[in-house]
Structure formats: C-alpha cells, structure tokens
C-alpha cells in the first residue's frame, strides 16, 4: 500500500526518487552548510594537498550529505550523526573523553552507546578509514570517506546533535532543530568571515572529537533559551511566514524573527560552521599525513567508472526499498 502510495504521490509531483528520499530524510546543518563546510575545507590544505582536493572540489561539496541520505536505510547510520550527552552525568562524561570504542563498549552497554549516539568515536573511525585509503592510493575511497568525515564533523559542531532535546520537542520549541541548522545559514552564511587559516596536524583525533560535541553542547543553552525569550515577544502570524522552496510554498520561520534570533546568538552559528571548517581541514590532512604523505600531485579529476556509477544506483535502490520495510513495520 505505501509503495503504491509512494509511486502516486512521485508520479502527481513529478519528483524523482531521491528527490523524494531527499526531502524526507532532510536533516542536520541542511544541504547548503553541509555542502560549504566541505568545500570551504579544501582551501585550508597546503600546497601538497590541496591541487588534489581543488581538482575534485566538486565530489566532496556534492557528496556531503551523503551519510544523511543513508541514515534511515541503514539501521547503524543514525547514531553516527549525534551523541544525546544528557543522558550520561558530568563525571562520566569526564571518563568518556578518554575512552576508545573498545573502552567505551567494556563500560558502557554497546545497544545503550548506540541508542545515545556515537558521533565522537565515529569521527575517529572515520579519520581512521581516511588514513587506510590514503596509504592505499585509492582515490575513489579517498574522496568518499573525506566527503562522509567533513559530514559527521559537521554533524558534531551543531549544539542539537548534542542532546536528547534535539528538536525542541521536550520544551515545546518543536522545529528548532532546522531553524539553527538550515534556515539560519541559508539566511546569513553569506555574510560570514570564513577565513580560518590553515589546516594543521592534529595528534589527538578522538579528543579534538569530543572538544568539538562538548563546546557545541555548552552553546545548547543558549539556542534553546533565545528561541524561547523571543518567542513571548512574537505572536504567532509574525514568527512563522511562507517562503518558496523548490517551487513550493511551505511554512518557515519570518525574516523578522530569524534575524531577531540570529543577532541574539552573536555569531554562534558562524562561530560553529568556522569550527566545522577547521576541523575537516585538520582531519583530512592528518590522515594524509599519517598515511606517509603519498604524493597525489599527479592525480586528476576523479571520473566514477561505469561500474561504480552502476553499484551506486543498486546501493540506494536497495536503501528504498529498506525505507518503506522500516515504515511497513512502523505501521504495525
Ligand atoms: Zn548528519
């Protein structure tokens, strides 16, 4: 039934599939930060890095939302995008810093660890699997994975993916989430210093990680708070307005009040996506550097081959038709 519901509701929109998955699954910083953090990052790599990055600038910007993409076909996607801290107390998180995923599951439940979320420990494996693929000289892996990295680190900058209250749905603040994330950087990106130097070797990934959540998790109070102030001083025809996406109209947060919340944050948007910059930046060239450095100076625009281009087409046809299994059972 849903199938069929789905196959009407694409042929009457006249919407492609992913455009479909797309706008469904749609979260976390939104595709336009996402996608501008990644390309921002190549810019801060040195000269031995960065022409090979330039030359396939366009694979990491597209592919940056990539992993959200999966995230509601593949059961382990999820958890890999947040980490609800609430749910631990101060002094664990103390501990938590220090621990590797092995520690971590001896510690702690793996099924609770996954249930609150892994983004910090999912940074580390990533940065590891990026270091894998640069000794290994494969470039189509190369691009993928710094593409995924840019997205979880991304991910981890932003002060909902840090808490259980992540849509404000706990405080009757339901649709912050994207408000912070999406709407707010759409609006105001543009006017955004993003200069933020070089990229440097970091030796303590899965620490940086955690300093990332943990700093994004100490401006939680004051995204929730504002929202909250600000909304006793607007009635609710003047905080909400229509604004036209992909041709549509939908509902969205007003200008008025977006800039109102925007300048009430001081720059922490901002501050959160030259983080995310940063540390993509950071990360890519670690792994790079813990790889031995290989020289990629040679190394052209990445073409897809037939191939690969084919098993992508099976890869999300087969995360479809895991989708609707996930709302068949939902429905029950
Ligand atoms: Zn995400």
Not at 183 to 188: A, G, I, K, S
């Amino acid at each position: 039934m849903k199938r069929l519901f789905v196959c009407i509701f694409l042929v009457v929109s006249g919407l492609s599939l992913m455009d479909f998955v797309s706008l469904h699954l749609y979260s976390a910083w939104g595709f336009y930060a996402h996608q501008r953090i990644n390309r921002l990052a190549v810019f801060t790599l040195p000269k031995e890095l960065i022409g090979f990055y330039k030359n396939n600038i366009d694979f990491v910007t597209d592919n940056a939302v990539n992993p959200d993409e999966r995230r509601y076909a593949i059961k382990e996607e999820a958890p890999r995008h947040f980490i609800d801290l609430d749910n631990y107390s101060d002094s664990l998180r103390r501990k938590m810093i220090f621990w590797s995923w092995a520690k971590a599951k001896e510690s702690i439940p793996e099924d609770t660890l996954y249930k609150h979320g892994i983004v910090p420990w999912h940074i580390y494996f990533m940065k590891y699997q990026l270091t894998e693929a640069f000794r290994a000289k494969d470039i189509r892996k190369i691009l993928i994975i710094s593409a995924d990295l840019g997205h979880y680190i991304a991910d981890a900058n932003v002060p909902l993916h840090t808490t259980k209250n992540y849509n404000g749905q706990l405080s009757n603040q339901h649709g912050i989430h994207g408000f912070w994330e999406s709407r707010l950087p759409e609006l105001f990106a543009e006017n955004y210093d993003f200069f933020v130097g070089k990229a440097v070797y970091e030796e303590k990934v899965q620490e940086r990680a955690w300093q990332a959540v943990l700093n994004a998790n100490a401006a939680l109070d004051s995204v929730l708070s504002f929202e909250k102030k600000l909304s006793k001083q607007y009635r609710e025809d003047k905080k909400f307005g229509f604004d036209e996406r992909n041709g549509q109209t939908v509902k969205t947060y007003s200008r008025e009040f977006s800039a109102k919340y925007h300048e009430l944050l001081q720059n922490q948007v901002e501050r959160q996506m030259r983080a995310s910059v940063k540390m993509v930046g950071d990360l890519w060239l670690t792994s790079w550097i813990d790889a031995g450095q290989p020289d990629l100076s040679k190394e052209k625009v990445y073409v897809k081959s037939k191939e690969d281009m084919d098993a992508e087409v099976l890869e999300r046809k087969s995360w479809l038709n895991k989708i609707f299994e996930v709302r068949r059972e939902a429905d029950n």
